[in-house]
T-cell receptor, first 111, second 113 residues
Framework: SAVISQKPSRDICQRGTSLTIQCQVD?????MFWYRQQPGQSLTLIATANQGSEATYESGFVIDKFPISRPNLTFSTLTVSNMSPEDSSIYLC????????FGPGTRLTVL | GENVEQHPSTLSVQEGDSAVIKCTYSDSASNYFPWYKQELGKGPQLIIDIRSNVGEKKDQRIAVTLNKTAKHFSLHITETQPEDSAVYFC????????????FGPGTRLSVLP
């Protein structure tokens, strides 16, 4: 298994600002992912964070809004840019090594 | 693309009874089917999974069955306990690298003492 930590665990932000979420895995993994989970809903994949190259975004998500970095095999960041109240959600980092594991999530509220 | 349906959306059982959650998927290429448990304020936790070359897998009180012909798989929890109360998500995936990893909408299980 893998242990995944995220920072911050929660934040309250003003509209128009940006927030960067950090994800740290306790060991090297090939695949890292970012998901969004709106209250009471299932998980939606935002993008796959590729080490050494640009992230691969799912339909409906764009790099300008959700820039992602993956500088090495244990770390990734997701930035939520120019936030609006519709971005209020839980953002989950995930890593895959045989099975897929999730971090505890970052609960974001945009006022 | 893959579509995963999950039923029921909510389930209440008495402590000690069994709970069954069913999922169906659409993509015959899917070959990996995990189940996650998400407690309030936490990230999803993998509890059991099954691959397409196996029909059933069991781990203590939890079991998963897979019917590839019918494209459905089920989670069975026996002797339920209050700490089993959570939201359960099924997922289906094809490929070796997590692409096309699609989650069901979730089932909120309540185990009543």
């Amino acid at each position: 298994s893998a242990v995944i930590s995220q920072k911050p665990s929660r934040d309250i932000c003003q509209r128009g600002t940006s927030l960067t979420i950090q994800c740290q895995v306790d060991s090297q993994v090939t695949m890292m992912f970012w998901y969004r989970q709106q209250p009471g809903q299932s998980l939606t994949l935002i993008a796959t964070a590729n080490q050494g190259s640009e992230a691969t975004y799912e339909s409906g998500f764009v790099i300008d809004k959700f820039p992602i970095s993956r500088p090495n095999l244990t770390f990734s960041t997701l930035t939520v840019s120019n936030m609006s109240p519709e971005d209020s959600s839980i953002y989950l980092c995930s890593a895959r090594r045989n099975e897929q594991f999730f971090g505890p999530g970052t609960r974001l509220t945009v006022l | 693309g893959e579509n995963v349906e999950q039923h029921p959306s909510t389930l209440s059982v008495q402590e000690g009874d069994s709970a069954v959650i069913k999922c169906t998927y659409s993509d015959s290429a899917s070959n990996y089917f995990p189940w996650y448990k998400q407690e309030l304020g936490k990230g999803p936790q993998l509890i059991i999974d099954i691959r397409s070359n196996v029909g059933e897998k069991k781990d203590q009180r939890i079991a998963v069955t897979l019917n590839k012909t019918a494209k459905h798989f089920s989670l069975h929890i026996t002797e339920t306990q209050p700490e089993d109360s959570a939201v359960y998500f099924c997922a289906a995936s094809s490929g070796n690298y997590g692409q096309n990893f699609v989650f069901g909408p979730g089932t909120r299980l309540s185990v009543l003492p």
